[in-house]
Protein backbone atom coordinates (compact mmCIF):
# COMPACT_ATOMS: atom_id res chain seq x y z
CA UNK A 1 0.00 0.00 0.00
CA UNK A 2 0.93 3.79 -0.79
CA UNK A 3 1.78 5.60 2.17
CA UNK A 4 2.47 8.96 0.44
CA UNK A 5 0.57 10.88 -2.00
CA UNK A 6 3.28 10.36 -5.32
CA UNK A 7 4.66 13.09 -6.94
CA UNK A 8 3.01 11.19 -10.45
CA UNK A 9 -0.63 12.49 -9.48
CA UNK A 10 0.13 15.47 -7.99
CA UNK A 11 2.41 16.80 -11.12
CA UNK A 12 -0.10 15.59 -13.20
CA UNK A 13 -2.93 17.07 -11.44
CA UNK A 14 -1.07 21.03 -11.45
CA UNK A 15 -0.43 20.68 -14.95
CA UNK A 16 -4.24 19.19 -15.99
CA UNK A 17 -5.33 22.49 -14.04
CA UNK A 18 -3.17 25.03 -16.17
CA UNK A 19 -3.90 23.05 -19.36
CA UNK A 20 -7.83 23.74 -18.82
CA UNK A 21 -7.85 27.14 -17.32
CA UNK A 22 -5.57 28.19 -20.64
CA UNK A 23 -7.80 26.25 -22.90
CA UNK A 24 -11.02 27.86 -21.01
CA UNK A 25 -9.80 31.50 -21.37
CA UNK A 26 -8.83 30.54 -25.36
CA UNK A 27 -12.68 29.36 -25.70
CA UNK A 28 -14.09 31.62 -23.95
CA UNK A 29 -12.10 35.03 -24.62
CA UNK A 30 -14.99 36.95 -24.02
CA UNK A 31 -15.18 35.72 -20.30
CA UNK A 32 -11.63 35.28 -19.14
CA UNK A 33 -11.46 35.19 -15.11
CA UNK A 34 -9.94 38.24 -14.03
CA UNK A 35 -6.35 37.59 -13.00
CA UNK A 36 -6.43 37.73 -9.25
CA UNK A 37 -9.16 34.86 -9.47
CA UNK A 38 -6.52 32.87 -11.83
CA UNK A 39 -3.86 33.63 -9.04
CA UNK A 40 -6.06 32.90 -6.54
CA UNK A 41 -6.50 29.31 -8.38
CA UNK A 42 -2.97 28.54 -9.28
CA UNK A 43 -1.86 29.47 -5.69
CA UNK A 44 -4.66 26.89 -4.26
CA UNK A 45 -3.96 24.29 -6.92
CA UNK A 46 0.00 24.50 -6.58
CA UNK A 47 0.05 24.24 -3.08
CA UNK A 48 -2.17 21.87 -2.41
CA UNK A 49 -0.23 19.42 -4.91
CA UNK A 50 2.82 20.43 -4.06
CA UNK A 51 3.10 20.16 -0.58
CA UNK A 52 0.09 17.10 -0.17
CA UNK A 53 3.13 15.28 -1.91
CA UNK A 54 5.99 16.20 0.33
CA UNK A 55 5.04 16.99 3.48
CA UNK A 56 3.01 13.04 3.07
CA UNK A 57 6.87 11.88 2.34
CA UNK A 58 8.35 13.77 5.12
CA UNK A 59 6.28 13.80 7.77
CA UNK A 60 6.05 9.91 7.77
CA UNK A 61 9.46 9.78 9.72
CA UNK A 62 7.75 11.91 12.63
CA UNK A 63 6.49 9.75 15.75
CA UNK A 64 2.27 9.82 16.25
CA UNK A 65 2.67 12.60 19.28
CA UNK A 66 5.48 15.11 16.80
CA UNK A 67 2.83 14.23 14.06
CA UNK A 68 -0.25 15.68 16.18
CA UNK A 69 2.04 19.16 17.50
CA UNK A 70 3.00 19.77 13.42
CA UNK A 71 -0.22 19.08 12.05
CA UNK A 72 -2.38 21.36 14.48
CA UNK A 73 0.30 24.31 14.87
CA UNK A 74 1.02 24.36 10.98
CA UNK A 75 -2.50 23.65 10.34
CA UNK A 76 -3.46 26.90 12.89
CA UNK A 77 -0.83 29.17 11.17
CA UNK A 78 -1.94 28.15 7.70
CA UNK A 79 -5.55 29.32 8.62
CA UNK A 80 -4.51 32.43 10.86
CA UNK A 81 -2.33 33.78 8.07
CA UNK A 82 -4.93 33.26 5.76
CA UNK A 83 -7.47 35.05 7.61
CA UNK A 84 -5.57 38.43 8.34
CA UNK A 85 -4.61 38.41 4.28
CA UNK A 86 -8.42 37.82 3.24
CA UNK A 87 -10.09 40.28 6.01
CA UNK A 88 -7.71 43.84 4.43
CA UNK A 89 -8.39 41.80 0.62
CA UNK A 90 -12.16 41.80 1.42
CA UNK A 91 -11.84 45.79 2.84
CA UNK A 92 -9.78 46.85 -0.32
CA UNK A 93 -12.01 44.93 -2.83
CA UNK A 94 -15.78 45.09 -1.23
CA UNK A 95 -14.94 48.04 1.30
CA UNK A 96 -16.31 45.46 4.24
CA UNK A 97 -14.55 42.35 5.89
CA UNK A 98 -16.70 40.31 4.22
CA UNK A 99 -17.23 38.04 1.55
CA UNK A 100 -18.35 39.81 -2.36
CA UNK A 101 -21.85 40.02 -1.91
CA UNK A 102 -22.10 39.20 1.24
CA UNK A 103 -25.33 37.61 1.94
CA UNK A 104 -25.77 35.49 5.16
CA UNK A 105 -23.07 37.09 6.38
CA UNK A 106 -24.81 40.55 6.81
CA UNK A 107 -27.70 39.05 8.50
CA UNK A 108 -25.32 36.51 11.23
CA UNK A 109 -23.20 39.46 11.69
CA UNK A 110 -25.82 41.79 12.73
CA UNK A 111 -27.74 39.03 14.95
CA UNK A 112 -24.34 38.48 16.27
CA UNK A 113 -23.68 41.62 17.48
CA UNK A 114 -27.52 42.15 19.57
CA UNK A 115 -26.36 40.27 22.44
CA UNK A 116 -23.48 42.26 23.49
CA UNK A 117 -24.65 45.38 22.32
CA UNK A 118 -28.92 44.64 23.79
CA UNK A 119 -28.42 41.95 25.83
CA UNK A 120 -29.77 38.36 26.27
CA UNK A 121 -33.39 39.18 25.78
CA UNK A 122 -33.36 41.01 22.89
CA UNK A 123 -31.41 38.43 21.20
CA UNK A 124 -34.20 36.12 22.53
CA UNK A 125 -36.88 38.40 20.35
CA UNK A 126 -34.54 38.90 17.40
CA UNK A 127 -34.48 35.09 17.57
CA UNK A 128 -37.80 34.43 17.24
CA UNK A 129 -38.54 34.68 13.65
CA UNK A 130 -36.02 32.42 12.60
CA UNK A 131 -36.38 28.82 12.29
CA UNK A 132 -34.04 26.19 14.70
CA UNK A 133 -32.60 24.77 11.85
CA UNK A 134 -30.61 28.13 11.32
CA UNK A 135 -30.27 29.68 14.70
CA UNK A 136 -26.99 27.61 15.78
CA UNK A 137 -24.77 29.92 14.77
CA UNK A 138 -26.80 33.01 15.27
CA UNK A 139 -26.36 31.86 19.51
CA UNK A 140 -22.92 30.78 18.90
CA UNK A 141 -21.55 33.99 16.84
CA UNK A 142 -23.39 36.27 19.77
CA UNK A 143 -21.86 34.12 22.59
CA UNK A 144 -18.21 34.55 20.97
CA UNK A 145 -19.05 38.34 20.81
CA UNK A 146 -20.17 38.56 24.22
CA UNK A 147 -17.15 37.56 25.58
CA UNK A 148 -14.58 38.75 22.71
CA UNK A 149 -15.77 41.67 21.29
CA UNK A 150 -17.29 42.50 18.08
CA UNK A 151 -14.61 42.48 15.87
CA UNK A 152 -15.37 39.87 12.78
CA UNK A 153 -11.80 39.08 12.84
CA UNK A 154 -11.41 37.34 16.46
CA UNK A 155 -14.25 35.06 15.45
CA UNK A 156 -12.47 34.25 12.45
CA UNK A 157 -9.36 33.60 14.76
CA UNK A 158 -11.42 31.52 16.99
CA UNK A 159 -11.99 29.38 13.58
CA UNK A 160 -9.12 28.72 12.73
CA UNK A 161 -8.43 26.97 16.25
CA UNK A 162 -11.76 24.94 15.86
CA UNK A 163 -10.95 23.97 12.01
CA UNK A 164 -7.13 22.83 13.34
CA UNK A 165 -8.56 20.62 16.04
CA UNK A 166 -11.18 19.35 13.05
CA UNK A 167 -7.58 18.35 11.57
CA UNK A 168 -6.52 16.31 14.69
CA UNK A 169 -10.03 14.88 14.42
CA UNK A 170 -9.99 13.31 10.73
CA UNK A 171 -6.38 12.25 11.56
CA UNK A 172 -7.67 10.13 14.49
CA UNK A 173 -10.89 8.86 12.42
CA UNK A 174 -8.69 7.51 9.73
CA UNK A 175 -6.09 6.14 11.39
CA UNK A 176 -8.32 4.21 13.69
CA UNK A 177 -9.80 2.89 10.32
CA UNK A 178 -7.26 2.64 8.04
CA UNK A 179 -4.22 2.61 9.83
CA UNK A 180 -1.48 5.11 10.33
CA UNK A 181 -0.28 6.13 6.69
CA UNK A 182 -3.49 6.99 5.80
CA UNK A 183 -4.83 9.19 8.93
CA UNK A 184 -1.64 11.15 8.26
CA UNK A 185 -2.60 11.37 4.88
CA UNK A 186 -6.03 12.54 5.21
CA UNK A 187 -5.03 15.08 7.95
CA UNK A 188 -2.47 16.49 5.62
CA UNK A 189 -5.07 17.12 2.84
CA UNK A 190 -7.27 18.66 5.32
CA UNK A 191 -4.78 20.99 6.69
CA UNK A 192 -4.22 22.29 3.15
CA UNK A 193 -7.36 22.33 1.30
CA UNK A 194 -8.13 25.75 0.33
CA UNK A 195 -11.97 25.46 1.40
CA UNK A 196 -11.27 24.66 4.76
CA UNK A 197 -9.36 27.90 4.85
CA UNK A 198 -11.65 29.95 2.92
CA UNK A 199 -14.76 29.28 5.28
CA UNK A 200 -12.53 30.24 8.37
CA UNK A 201 -12.17 33.60 6.52
CA UNK A 202 -15.90 34.31 6.33
CA UNK A 203 -18.80 34.71 8.93
CA UNK A 204 -20.65 31.24 7.96
CA UNK A 205 -21.70 28.69 9.75
CA UNK A 206 -19.30 25.95 7.63
CA UNK A 207 -16.52 25.74 10.16
CA UNK A 208 -18.42 24.99 12.90
CA UNK A 209 -20.79 22.78 11.07
CA UNK A 210 -17.92 20.36 9.67
CA UNK A 211 -16.07 20.26 13.24
CA UNK A 212 -19.64 18.79 14.78
CA UNK A 213 -19.61 16.48 11.61
CA UNK A 214 -15.80 15.24 12.26
CA UNK A 215 -16.66 15.25 16.15
CA UNK A 216 -19.64 13.07 15.35
CA UNK A 217 -17.79 10.62 13.03
CA UNK A 218 -14.90 10.35 15.16
CA UNK A 219 -16.41 10.24 18.40
CA UNK A 220 -19.23 7.50 17.02
CA UNK A 221 -16.47 5.58 15.39
CA UNK A 222 -14.68 5.09 18.26
CA UNK A 223 -17.98 3.79 20.56
CA UNK A 224 -18.55 0.98 17.66
CA UNK A 225 -14.53 0.42 18.09
CA UNK A 226 -13.84 0.51 21.47
CA UNK A 227 -13.62 -2.90 24.06
CA UNK A 228 -14.36 -0.17 26.57
CA UNK A 229 -17.84 1.47 27.36
CA UNK A 230 -17.07 5.70 28.24
CA UNK A 231 -20.50 7.51 29.57
CA UNK A 232 -18.60 10.57 27.91
CA UNK A 233 -18.21 8.30 24.37
CA UNK A 234 -21.54 7.80 24.12
CA UNK A 235 -23.29 11.31 24.63
CA UNK A 236 -20.32 13.60 22.34
CA UNK A 237 -22.23 12.01 19.34
CA UNK A 238 -25.82 12.61 20.53
CA UNK A 239 -24.72 16.00 21.73
CA UNK A 240 -23.80 16.63 18.18
CA UNK A 241 -26.93 15.69 16.58
CA UNK A 242 -29.19 17.36 18.18
CA UNK A 243 -26.76 20.87 17.62
CA UNK A 244 -26.91 19.81 14.04
CA UNK A 245 -30.68 20.45 14.53
CA UNK A 246 -30.01 23.88 15.03
CA UNK A 247 -27.91 24.48 12.05
CA UNK A 248 -29.08 22.15 9.51
CA UNK A 249 -31.83 19.99 9.68
CA UNK A 250 -31.09 17.66 6.80
CA UNK A 251 -27.74 16.74 8.21
CA UNK A 252 -28.75 16.42 11.12
CA UNK A 253 -31.21 13.73 10.13
CA UNK A 254 -28.50 11.92 8.20
CA UNK A 255 -26.21 11.91 11.39
CA UNK A 256 -28.83 10.24 13.38
CA UNK A 257 -29.35 7.52 10.08
CA UNK A 258 -26.07 6.95 10.14
CA UNK A 259 -25.61 6.26 13.72
CA UNK A 260 -28.43 4.06 13.05
CA UNK A 261 -26.80 2.05 10.25
CA UNK A 262 -23.64 1.93 12.13
CA UNK A 263 -25.26 0.06 15.40
CA UNK A 264 -27.26 -2.36 13.41
CA UNK A 265 -24.44 -3.21 10.14
CA UNK A 266 -21.34 -3.17 11.87
CA UNK A 267 -19.93 -6.53 11.66
CA UNK A 268 -20.65 -8.32 14.95
CA UNK A 269 -16.95 -9.11 14.88
CA UNK A 270 -15.87 -5.43 15.24
CA UNK A 271 -19.21 -4.77 17.69
CA UNK A 272 -20.73 -7.50 19.81
CA UNK A 273 -24.85 -7.88 19.43
CA UNK A 274 -25.17 -7.24 23.02
CA UNK A 275 -23.49 -4.15 22.65
CA UNK A 276 -26.01 -3.50 19.63
CA UNK A 277 -28.55 -3.27 21.83
CA UNK A 278 -27.18 -1.67 24.64
CA UNK A 279 -26.23 1.06 22.57
CA UNK A 280 -29.11 1.42 20.57
CA UNK A 281 -31.49 1.45 23.43
CA UNK A 282 -29.21 4.54 25.08
CA UNK A 283 -29.20 6.16 21.90
CA UNK A 284 -32.93 6.11 21.38
CA UNK A 285 -33.92 6.52 24.84
CA UNK A 286 -31.52 9.84 24.80
CA UNK A 287 -32.81 10.85 21.59
CA UNK A 288 -36.89 10.34 22.86
CA UNK A 289 -35.82 12.68 26.01
CA UNK A 290 -34.08 15.47 24.20
CA UNK A 291 -35.51 16.07 20.48
CA UNK A 292 -38.05 18.76 20.72
CA UNK A 293 -41.42 18.82 18.67
CA UNK A 294 -39.81 21.67 16.34
CA UNK A 295 -37.35 19.91 15.15
CA UNK A 296 -39.87 16.62 14.56
CA UNK A 297 -41.66 19.46 12.82
CA UNK A 298 -39.09 20.84 10.88
CA UNK A 299 -37.46 17.29 9.84
CA UNK A 300 -40.96 16.39 8.70
CA UNK A 301 -41.70 19.12 6.89
CA UNK A 302 -38.54 18.73 4.87
CA UNK A 303 -39.24 14.98 4.07
CA UNK A 304 -42.94 16.19 2.45
CA UNK A 305 -40.88 18.58 0.53
CA UNK A 306 -38.65 16.21 -1.20
CA UNK A 307 -40.43 15.71 -4.11
CA UNK A 308 -41.31 19.30 -4.96
CA UNK A 309 -38.48 21.79 -3.65
CA UNK A 310 -36.45 20.79 -6.09
CA UNK A 311 -38.41 21.17 -8.92
CA UNK A 312 -39.30 24.46 -7.49
CA UNK A 313 -36.07 25.86 -6.39
CA UNK A 314 -34.93 25.34 -10.39
CA UNK A 315 -37.49 27.02 -11.80
CA UNK A 316 -36.79 29.73 -9.91
CA UNK A 317 -33.17 30.18 -10.61
CA UNK A 318 -33.92 29.81 -13.76
CA UNK A 319 -36.10 33.01 -14.09
CA UNK A 320 -34.44 35.22 -11.33
CA UNK A 321 -32.96 37.74 -12.93
CA UNK A 322 -29.06 37.21 -13.84
CA UNK A 323 -30.34 33.32 -13.57
CA UNK A 324 -29.23 30.14 -15.91
CA UNK A 325 -32.37 29.13 -17.88
CA UNK A 326 -30.80 25.50 -17.89
CA UNK A 327 -31.76 25.36 -14.12
CA UNK A 328 -34.97 24.64 -14.59
CA UNK A 329 -33.77 21.25 -16.64
CA UNK A 330 -31.34 20.02 -13.48
CA UNK A 331 -32.49 16.78 -11.48
CA UNK A 332 -31.71 14.21 -9.13
CA UNK A 333 -31.14 12.09 -12.51
CA UNK A 334 -28.21 14.48 -13.60
CA UNK A 335 -26.45 15.54 -10.31
CA UNK A 336 -26.50 11.82 -9.16
CA UNK A 337 -23.61 10.39 -11.34
CA UNK A 338 -21.72 13.39 -10.66
CA UNK A 339 -22.83 13.98 -6.94
CA UNK A 340 -19.10 13.43 -5.50
CA UNK A 341 -17.25 15.86 -8.08
CA UNK A 342 -20.02 18.59 -8.17
CA UNK A 343 -19.57 21.98 -7.95
CA UNK A 344 -17.69 21.74 -11.21
CA UNK A 345 -14.59 24.69 -11.08
CA UNK A 346 -15.78 27.63 -12.49
CA UNK A 347 -13.19 29.24 -14.51
CA UNK A 348 -15.33 32.22 -16.65
CA UNK A 349 -16.32 35.44 -15.53
CA UNK A 350 -19.96 35.82 -14.87
CA UNK A 351 -21.55 38.79 -12.76
CA UNK A 352 -22.12 38.79 -9.65
CA UNK A 353 -19.89 35.22 -9.38
CA UNK A 354 -16.56 36.64 -7.38
CA UNK A 355 -16.95 34.10 -4.76
CA UNK A 356 -17.19 30.83 -7.41
CA UNK A 357 -14.42 32.12 -9.49
CA UNK A 358 -12.49 33.14 -6.00
CA UNK A 359 -12.81 28.92 -5.19
CA UNK A 360 -12.01 27.90 -9.01
CA UNK A 361 -8.62 26.58 -7.41
CA UNK A 362 -10.14 24.39 -4.31
CA UNK A 363 -13.07 23.45 -6.12
CA UNK A 364 -10.97 21.96 -9.20
CA UNK A 365 -9.25 20.39 -6.15
CA UNK A 366 -11.76 18.55 -4.89
CA UNK A 367 -12.73 17.54 -8.60
CA UNK A 368 -9.55 15.53 -8.94
CA UNK A 369 -9.70 14.32 -5.39
CA UNK A 370 -13.60 13.04 -6.03
CA UNK A 371 -11.63 10.35 -8.38
CA UNK A 372 -9.72 8.97 -5.57
CA UNK A 373 -12.82 8.63 -3.19
CA UNK A 374 -15.15 6.95 -5.92
CA UNK A 375 -12.26 4.19 -6.33
CA UNK A 376 -12.05 3.71 -2.86
CA UNK A 377 -16.18 2.95 -2.06
CA UNK A 378 -16.43 0.85 -5.11
CA UNK A 379 -13.39 -1.19 -3.48
CA UNK A 380 -14.67 -1.32 -0.31
CA UNK A 381 -18.27 -2.27 -1.29
CA UNK A 382 -16.47 -4.91 -3.74
CA UNK A 383 -14.33 -6.45 -0.96
CA UNK A 384 -16.76 -6.53 1.48
CA UNK A 385 -14.69 -4.23 3.52
CA UNK A 386 -17.61 -1.70 4.02
CA UNK A 387 -19.03 -3.58 7.05
CA UNK A 388 -15.92 -2.23 9.13
CA UNK A 389 -16.68 1.19 7.64
CA UNK A 390 -20.48 1.91 7.53
CA UNK A 391 -20.90 5.33 10.07
CA UNK A 392 -18.37 7.73 8.37
CA UNK A 393 -19.88 6.05 4.41
CA UNK A 394 -23.84 6.40 5.77
CA UNK A 395 -22.48 9.79 6.73
CA UNK A 396 -20.55 10.75 3.74
CA UNK A 397 -23.31 8.80 0.85
CA UNK A 398 -26.22 9.72 3.01
CA UNK A 399 -25.70 13.71 3.22
CA UNK A 400 -24.77 13.71 -1.24
CA UNK A 401 -28.21 11.67 -1.43
CA UNK A 402 -29.87 14.16 0.22
CA UNK A 403 -27.98 16.90 -1.83
CA UNK A 404 -28.83 15.29 -4.87
CA UNK A 405 -32.64 15.65 -4.19
CA UNK A 406 -32.48 19.14 -3.08
CA UNK A 407 -31.78 22.80 -4.53
CA UNK A 408 -27.94 23.14 -3.38
CA UNK A 409 -26.25 19.83 -5.03
CA UNK A 410 -24.25 22.01 -7.38
CA UNK A 411 -23.23 24.33 -4.54
CA UNK A 412 -20.24 24.40 -2.75
CA UNK A 413 -21.16 25.43 0.33
CA UNK A 414 -23.23 22.67 0.85
CA UNK A 415 -20.98 20.02 0.18
CA UNK A 416 -18.90 21.34 2.61
CA UNK A 417 -19.75 19.65 5.47
CA UNK A 418 -18.63 16.28 4.28
CA UNK A 419 -15.40 17.53 2.98
CA UNK A 420 -13.58 16.05 5.23
CA UNK A 421 -14.93 12.57 5.18
CA UNK A 422 -14.04 12.82 1.59
CA UNK A 423 -10.91 13.34 1.71
CA UNK A 424 -10.29 10.69 4.41
CA UNK A 425 -11.81 8.27 1.78
CA UNK A 426 -9.15 10.23 -0.65
CA UNK A 427 -6.69 9.20 1.01
CA UNK A 428 -7.51 5.67 1.37
CA UNK A 429 -8.50 5.28 -2.09
CA UNK A 430 -4.54 6.62 -2.93
CA UNK A 431 -2.76 4.12 -0.47
CA UNK A 432 -4.47 1.52 -2.96
CA UNK A 433 -3.61 2.92 -6.03
CA UNK A 434 -0.98 0.58 -8.19
CA UNK A 435 0.83 1.10 -11.36
CA UNK A 436 -2.22 -0.28 -13.33
CA UNK A 437 -3.87 2.05 -12.00
CA UNK A 438 -1.90 5.12 -13.31
CA UNK A 439 -4.20 5.01 -17.12
CA UNK A 440 -7.53 5.39 -15.25
CA UNK A 441 -6.14 8.60 -13.40
CA UNK A 442 -5.19 9.92 -16.69
CA UNK A 443 -9.10 8.96 -17.97
CA UNK A 444 -9.93 10.92 -15.38
CA UNK A 445 -8.36 14.15 -15.58
CA UNK A 446 -10.00 14.09 -19.34
CA UNK A 447 -13.00 13.68 -17.75
CA UNK A 448 -12.37 16.19 -14.96
CA UNK A 449 -10.87 18.74 -17.77
CA UNK A 450 -13.81 17.94 -20.18
CA UNK A 451 -16.42 18.67 -17.42
CA UNK A 452 -15.14 22.27 -16.09
CA UNK A 453 -14.75 23.34 -20.13
CA UNK A 454 -18.58 22.33 -20.20
CA UNK A 455 -19.55 23.51 -17.21
CA UNK A 456 -17.85 26.49 -18.37
CA UNK A 457 -20.32 26.32 -21.61
CA UNK A 458 -23.27 25.81 -19.45
CA UNK A 459 -23.11 28.83 -17.20
CA UNK A 460 -22.28 31.14 -20.06
CA UNK A 461 -24.90 29.90 -22.87
CA UNK A 462 -27.90 29.52 -20.09
CA UNK A 463 -27.23 33.52 -19.61
CA UNK A 464 -27.28 34.25 -23.53
CA UNK A 465 -23.70 35.02 -23.40
CA UNK A 466 -22.78 32.50 -25.64
Given at each position: MLDYFPKYFSSRA???YLITLALVSIV???????????????VAVTAFFVFSNKLSMDWRRYKPET?????????????????????????????????????DEGAYQALGEVWRNYGFDRMKFEMGWMPLSDSGYSWWLGFEYLLLGTHVLTARLVKCVIDAF????IYNLAKRSFGEHVG????????????????CGVTLKETEMAFLVILFAERSDLVLRSPKIKVVDIIIPVVCILLMFSFRTALGGVMFASLAAGLIFTSSKQLQVWKKIMYSSVFAIWMFLTIGVE??????????????????????????????AFAKYASATLFAPAIFSIPFSSMVAIKNQENQMMLNGANFNKNIMSGFVIFALFTLLLSGEWRKHVLPIALTCGYLVVLVFSNFAQSERFHFPVLALELMFAAYGISLMKNKHKRWFGIWLVVICAAVIGWAWIKLAGRGLV
Open positions: IYCYVNYVMPFQFMLFGIFYKKLFFISLIIRVVYVVFIYFYYIEMTGEPHAYHKGSCILRMAAIFCMLMPNMWYYIVQETQQLWEGRTTNQAEGMEWRSQREGGN
